[in-house]
């Protein structure tokens, strides 16, 4: 009954539904993003539980999560959920809403590779892997973690050392320019 109160009065899961586009509150527990998840084990909170708790409301727990920054956007999730729910899309939202709000990141390593990520995207029109991985060490001073496989990477052809542009960078730069036209509106 308190559940039943608490899912018709959320603030923060009318917010989340707004934001993301997505019916939060149409989640069951069944559990099966969950368990298609490739991060799941390195979640403090799984998906399923991320929306619970946004369905209760529980708006710090959730964006104090350091799941929300573990999330690779693979949308396996979204793919499993019978009830239609884009969970990866509600994942961006919870990061967006974490840095609007100026919540404590508890993986701030997560932050600093999302930002890296996006500045590639945005100079590229997609991923530039050498440049992004640049960026994000030296937003982070940690150099030389994981460097032993740039080798091995550089030899089966997974890295290029220069950027691969796309053809459709302008197009690419203007979803960008929209998106903080977007976010000054609100
Ligand atoms: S989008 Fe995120 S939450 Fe969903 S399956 Fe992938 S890593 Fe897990
Ligand atoms: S798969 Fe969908 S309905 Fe099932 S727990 Fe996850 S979000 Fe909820």
């Not at 709000?101 to 997560?110: L, Q």
């Not at 460097?147 to 997974?158: C, F, H, T, Y």
């Amino acid at each position: 009954m308190a559940d039943t109160l608490n899912l018709n009065n959320s603030r923060f899961a009318e917010e989340v539904e707004r934001l993301s586009g997505t019916p939060v509150r149409a989640c069951f527990q069944c559990h099966k993003c969950s368990t298609g998840c490739p991060i799941g084990p390195d979640m403090d909170l799984l998906s399923s539980q991320i929306m619970r708790l946004i369905q209760l409301g529980e708006e710090a727990e959730v964006l104090g999560s350091r799941g929300i920054w573990l999330c690779a956007s693979c949308e396996a999730c979204t793919t499993r959920c019978p009830m239609g729910i884009d969970i990866a899309a509600v994942m961006d939202t919870l990061r967006m809403m974490a840095i609007e709000r100026k919540v404590a990141i508890p993986d701030a390593h997560g932050e600093k590779f999302n930002r890296s990520f996006l500045g590639s995207v945005r100079r590229h029109g997609r991923v530039f892997e050498v440049g992004m991985m640049t960026a994000y060490k030296l937003r982070t001073c940690d150099f030389f973690a994981d460097v032993d496989k740039v080798p091995q990477m550089l030899a089966k052809r997974k890295l290029s050392l220069l950027p691969n542009r796309s053809g459709a960078g302008k197009e690419v730069r203007q979803v960008f320019r929209r998106a903080e036209e977007e976010e000054k509106k609100r």
